[in-house]
């Protein structure tokens, strides 16, 4: 079993930057890819950036130059610091663990760009 906790979501006006973080903990193996996901209000959930533990990324075209995936595999964690942030941008983003046909996922913590 794995356990993510996320943390650094909030408040943030249009064009401002924020940093998530995931602490991963368990069973964690080598072959993983960690990143984030977001859902909106009654939209469904969407990929917004991965990262392997080789160091290959993925992003959504919505956030490519935007927003830059991380990860620190020696301390199990993952971060996503966004810049320019968007009113679209707005939603509940979750980390999330991939290895095989296992995962699992954060509790979510919340994304709001508004003036």
């Known amino acids: 079993q794995v356990v993510l906790v996320e943390s650094g979501g909030g408040l943030v006006q249009p064009g401002g930057s924020l940093r998530l973080s995931c602490a991963a903990s368990g069973s964690i193996f080598r072959g993983n890819v960690m990143g984030w996901y977001r859902q909106a209000p009654g939209k469904e959930r969407e990929l917004v950036a991965a990262i392997s533990s080789d160091g290959i990324t993925t992003y959504a075209d919505s956030v490519k130059g935007r927003f830059t995936i991380s990860r620190d595999s020696a301390k199990n964690t993952v971060s996503l610091q966004m810049n320019s942030l968007k009113p679209e941008d707005t939603a509940v983003y979750y980390c999330?663990?991939?290895?095989?046909?296992?995962?699992?996922w954060g509790q979510g913590t919340q994304v709001t760009v508004s003036s």
């Open positions: 999330n663990y991939k290895r095989g046909l296992f995962g699992s």
